[in-house]
Structures are given as C-alpha cells and as structure tokens.
C-alpha cells in the first residue's frame, strides 16, 4: 500500500472554475504537509505547507487537513490556463523526509 | 532565495559507464537528498544526508552511491549504469527535521539516457 495516494487524473477544469485535489496519506504521526507544483520537464516548486487541521489560505490556493481522516486537500480558484500542471501531495516523516504521492495532473481549458 | 544546483540538465551515457551527478545547494542546509521520478511512479528517493560524510540509504538504493564530502555538495554515483537508470533525478536540500514546516528545494534536475 502507498503511503501517499493521489488520482493520477487528468483532472480537467474549466478556466474560472475551482480545481479540487485530494490526497490521502497512511502514516498518523505525519505533522507536516506540503503541495508542489511541477510543470511539464520541469522540477517540482512548492506552493504551500500546512500542518494544523483546518484551512489555509494563499491567494488563489486554500490547503485543508483533517489529520482525523488523514486527508489533506488542494483547492486552486480562479482556475487559469497556466494552473496546467502535475500537483505533488508530500508528507513529511519525523526524520525529515518527505513522502510524495504520484501526483494529479491538472489541465486548465480556456 | 534558496539555489539548489545540477550539474548537467541532460546526459547521455552508454550501459556500463561511471555516471557522476553533481548537486550544489547554497543555503547552508544540512540535508540533501537524491530522487529519480518516472511516469506513473512520482518521485523515489534514492539516498540522502543529514550531515558530511553521512548518508543513509532510501527506498531504491541499488545500483547507485553517493559522497558527501563538503555541506553543500551532494553527489550521486552510478557505477555501472544500466538501461532501466535512465531518468529524470532531481536533487534536493532542507534544513534539519526539527524545524517540521520547512521542506525541500529542488534543483531543475537531470534527464538522464542510458543507451
């Protein structure tokens, strides 16, 4: 079993809609959580962490955690063309690595 | 801002060969850590470091080494390269654990063709 686990997708959203990304994750002593970004050849850039239950917001993405369900979820609104991309859910473990799902693709449609 | 460097974006080497990637990270960080990502598996971690001279092994460490000889220098070795290595491996560094929010940046990563 994958300790993270993301839909591969694609997940296609109409440009101006709300892209919904979820990530499930197996280990229950997981306190930090990170979503990255990776366009197409490229390396992955982060977008933002959270490690508290409950919303985070950053401009156009909101990150949500429920430790309880071992669920962490990427909202991105205002979907735009250059939001095309592969979406990273990473945990990190106590030793400080970090355990990546497969990731989602994210297609933005004009 | 946070550099992390590669030597090379794309290689091309012969099955066989000594393969040498570099990584460079100018932030001081203590750790380092070496992924390869290939389609449908993401990113798999190969080795890191939490100090100089240390290294410990991650989820696919055969058929390759590491030297970590200085803090910012992170290398990655391939003995005998064979053609199920060829890959994207990306290079990454963070601060230490304790500190949990802190992740880890990514060098632009090396395309890799064994042939």
């Known amino acids: 079993q994958k300790e993270v686990e993301q839909n591969s997708g694609p997940l296609s959203v109409p440009e101006g809609a709300i892209a919904s990304l979820n990530c499930t994750y197996s280990d229950r002593g997981s306190q930090s959580f990170f979503w990255y970004r990776q366009y197409s050849g490229k390396s992955p850039e982060l977008i933002m962490f959270i490690y508290s239950n409950g919303d985070k917001e950053d401009g156009r993405f909101t990150a949500q955690l429920n430790k309880a369900s071992q669920y962490v979820s990427l909202l991105i609104r205002d979907s735009q063309p250059s939001d095309s991309a592969t979406y990273l859910c990473?945990?990190?473990?106590?030793?400080?690595?970090?355990?990546f799902g497969a990731g989602t693709q994210v297609v933005v449609t004009p | 801002d946070v550099k992390v460097t590669q030597s090379s974006r794309y290689l091309v080497k012969r099955t066989g060969e000594k393969v040498f990637l570099e990584c460079v990270q100018d932030?001081?960080?203590?750790?380092m850590f070496w992924y390869r990502q290939d389609p449908g598996l993401g990113l798999r971690l190969i080795y890191f470091s939490y100090d100089v001279k240390m290294k410990e092994k991650g989820d696919i460490p055969e058929g390759y080494s590491v030297s970590r000889e200085k803090k910012e220098r992170f290398s990655l070795i391939l003995e005998s390269a064979s053609t199920n290595q060829t890959s994207m491996y990306l290079c990454a560094s963070s601060p230490p654990a304790e500190r949990f929010t802190d992740t880890q940046y990514f060098g632009p990563g090396t395309r890799l063709t064994v042939l």
């Open positions: 932030m001081d960080h203590e750790n």
């Open positions: 990473a945990v990190k473990d106590s030793w400080g690595k970090l355990q």
